[in-house]
């Protein structure tokens, strides 16, 4: 009885990133199977239904040297802050989700539309404005261009030509740098989620298996987005014709049915083809088709 207490009471100390991330960050969560809950009074203390698992938001720029030191047993935090920071942590997994979408975010030199600035290179004596500080001073040092680089403490994108000539700002899609009227130069980073953990606890059998299911977890969630399941009965002599018509890649699962000649089949595919492929399988004979959702998938 004393043993199963002693389990029950272990805890991991688990940051999830405030601000951009935090949406995103709780969707993936919740399709991991963890589900998260922010009381207004408690904002920065989020519950879950994981017992185990001890949640506190905190920014991402910080969160890298609060793992190092001790302070939590693992995060979300993006790479760009990992690059930025130098702490010495455990990399456990990438995850490529941000704010808005299912893809990397990019770390971009952006000048006025009219800027003689063409390239990295005519950043030499000129002034640079941004939040990725330390990374942009050695990004520049190793290309051996002179040039002075500020910290902005927010709204970077109205800087370029009034309080510096060339801003590093994050985009996903570059829209709200067209819209304030900047041209993208160059990309100097390219970013996604990471797993990270403390090394200390990463030695700790129990926290070290409990991050690595945390990992399945998340990954499953995050290669599950956009893909959906599709189920259907074919007649065994239309079965090429259906082949045929589902992607190369994608190998289905076939079963043969009770009734003579007829089997399932059922395949994982993008959703976006989806639209384009039912009214060709229900031509070529596929019949019962069944579209559903998922959420997660461990390859």
């Not at 709204?155 to 590093?168: N, W, Y």
């Not at 259907?232 to 079963?255: G, Q, Y």
């Given at each position: 009885?004393?043993?199963?207490?002693k389990?029950?009471?272990?805890?991991?100390?688990?940051?999830?990133?405030?601000?951009?991330?935090?949406?995103?960050?709780?969707?993936?969560?919740?399709?991991?199977?963890?589900?998260?809950?922010?009381?207004?009074?408690?904002s920065?203390?989020?519950?879950?239904?994981?017992?185990?698992?001890?949640?506190m938001?905190i920014?991402?720029?910080?969160?890298?040297?609060?793992?190092?030191?001790?302070?939590?047993?693992?995060?979300?935090?993006?790479?760009?802050?990992?690059?930025e920071?130098?702490?010495?942590?455990?990399e456990v997994?990438?995850?490529?989700?941000?704010?808005?979408?299912?893809r990397?975010?990019?770390?971009?030199?952006?000048?006025?539309?009219?800027?003689?600035?063409?390239?990295?290179?005519?950043?030499?004596?000129?002034?640079?404005?941004?939040?990725?500080?330390?990374?942009?001073?050695?990004?520049?040092?190793?290309?051996?261009?002179?040039?002075?680089?500020?910290?902005?403490?927010?709204?970077?994108?109205?800087?370029?030509?009034?309080?510096?000539?060339?801003?590093?700002?994050?985009?996903?899609?570059?829209?709200?740098?067209k819209?304030?009227?900047?041209?993208?130069v160059?990309?100097?980073?390219?970013?996604?989620?990471?797993?990270?953990a403390?090394?200390?606890?990463?030695?700790?059998?129990?926290?070290?298996?409990?991050?690595?299911?945390?990992?399945?977890?998340l990954?499953?969630?995050?290669?599950?987005?956009?893909?959906?399941?599709?189920?259907?009965?074919?007649?065994?002599?239309?079965?090429?014709?259906?082949?045929?018509?589902l992607?190369?890649?994608?190998?289905?699962?076939?079963?043969?049915?009770?009734?003579?000649?007829?089997?399932?089949?059922?395949?994982?595919?993008?959703e976006?083809?989806?639209?384009?492929?039912?009214?060709?399988l229900?031509?070529?004979?596929?019949?019962?088709i069944?579209?559903?959702?998922?959420?997660?998938i461990?390859?």
């Amino acid at each position: 009885m004393e043993k199963k207490l002693k389990m029950s009471e272990k805890k991991l100390k688990f940051a999830l990133p405030k601000g951009s991330l935090q949406k995103s960050t709780i969707e993936v969560l919740g399709k991991a199977g963890i589900k998260v809950y922010i009381d207004e009074d408690r904002s920065y203390y989020p519950g879950s239904d994981d017992s185990e698992l001890d949640l506190m938001l905190i920014r991402p720029q910080e969160m890298p040297r609060y793992i190092e030191s001790g302070v939590f047993d693992v995060g979300l935090c993006g790479w760009d802050w990992l690059m930025e920071n130098g702490s010495d942590v455990v990399e456990v997994a990438e995850l490529i989700y941000a704010k808005s979408g299912f893809r990397p975010v990019r770390w971009v030199l952006a000048v006025q539309e009219n800027s003689d600035i063409k390239s990295i290179k005519d950043l030499e004596g000129k002034k640079i404005a941004t939040e990725l500080k330390n990374y942009v001073e050695r990004y520049l040092k190793e290309r051996k261009i002179k040039c002075e680089v500020e910290f902005s403490w927010g709204a970077t994108e109205v800087k370029p030509g009034v309080l510096c000539d060339a801003i590093v700002e994050l985009t996903e899609t570059g829209s709200s740098l067209k819209a304030n009227k900047l041209r993208i130069v160059d990309e100097l980073l390219s970013s996604t989620t990471r797993l990270i953990a403390n090394k200390q606890a990463f030695k700790d059998k129990w926290k070290k298996t409990k991050i690595e299911n945390l990992a399945v977890l998340l990954k499953s969630a995050v290669q599950a987005e956009d893909m959906v399941g599709l189920k259907m009965n074919v007649k065994e002599k239309d079965l090429d014709k259906i082949m045929e018509i589902l992607p190369a890649k994608k190998k289905p699962t076939i079963s043969h049915l009770n009734v003579k000649g007829w089997v399932a089949l059922e395949v994982v595919i993008e959703e976006n083809l989806v639209k384009k492929m039912l009214p060709l399988l229900k031509r070529a004979g596929a019949e019962y088709i069944i579209e559903y959702p998922l959420n997660k998938i461990v390859y």
